[in-house]
């Protein structure tokens, strides 16, 4: 049976259930669903999709995954708006309680969640929350402010330039 228009697909899943049946999904995402990612700078033109592949690793239910769109963030440097495209491959491995949570998952991250009602707006949040610079900003040359830098000699005030001498003499 299809889904009617204008119907969103699941934003949980069983993903125990997902990986016994090794099951992919993909869900897209605007930014009004990602408060977060608001938060960190984040504007109203963002998209993020996330397609996923569940399988099953010693026990757990794991996800193959990959965050990709684009944010449009502040630029750091002109502070006008930079669009930075995401492109983020990532292994998780879900796990329901603290003793899971140690044990050493080869190329899997484990996270602490309830695999029956995995939260696949979470998850992709969490991912790109994870996956933004550090510093927003353009491409050299591409900015929106000319801001060249000034050579050192070019009239640099130095207020505290001749302390080491004050304090010589004093």
Same mark, same amino acid.
């Given at each position: 049976?299809?889904?009617?228009?204008?119907?969103?697909?699941?934003?949980?899943? %069983?993903?125990?259930q997902?990986?016994?049946?090794?099951?992919e =999904?993909?869900?897209d995402?605007?930014?009004d669903?990602?408060?977060r990612?608001?938060?960190?700078?984040?504007r109203v033109r963002? /998209?993020?999709?996330? /397609?996923?592949r569940?399988?099953?690793?010693?026990?757990?239910?794991?996800?193959?995954?990959?965050?990709s769109?684009?944010?449009?963030?502040?630029?750091?440097r002109?502070?006008?708006?930079?669009?930075v495209?995401?492109?983020?491959?990532?292994?998780v491995?879900?796990v +329901? %309680?603290?003793v +899971?949570?140690a044990?050493?998952?080869t %190329?899997?991250?484990?996270?602490?969640?309830d695999p029956?009602?995995?939260?696949?707006?979470?998850?992709?949040?969490?991912?790109?929350?994870? +996956?933004?610079? =550090?510093?927003?900003?353009?491409?050299?040359?591409?900015?929106?402010?000319?801001?060249?830098?000034?050579?050192?000699d070019?009239g640099?005030? /130095?207020?505290?330039?001749?302390l /080491?001498?004050?304090?010589?003499?004093?």
């Amino acid at each position: 049976m299809s889904r009617p228009p204008g119907v969103q697909p699941e934003r949980f899943v %069983d993903a125990t259930q997902c990986a016994h049946a090794e099951r992919e =999904l993909a869900r897209d995402f605007t930014l009004d669903a990602l408060p977060r990612l608001q938060e960190a700078g984040a504007r109203v033109r963002s /998209r993020l999709s996330l /397609r996923l592949r569940f399988l099953r690793l010693a026990q757990n239910p794991a996800v193959d995954g990959l965050l990709s769109g684009q944010l449009e963030l502040v630029c750091q440097r002109c502070l006008g708006p930079v669009t930075v495209q995401l492109r983020e491959p990532f292994k998780v491995v879900l796990v +329901a %309680d603290e003793v +899971a949570l140690a044990q050493e998952f080869t %190329d899997y991250e484990a996270i602490l969640v309830d695999p029956v009602r995995l939260d696949l707006q979470w998850l992709a949040e969490e991912q790109a929350l994870l +996956a933004l610079p =550090l510093v927003p900003r353009h491409e050299p040359g591409a900015c929106g402010a000319s801001v060249e830098p000034q050579p050192e000699d070019a009239g640099t005030q /130095r207020p505290f330039g001749n302390l /080491r001498d004050m304090m010589r003499d004093g």
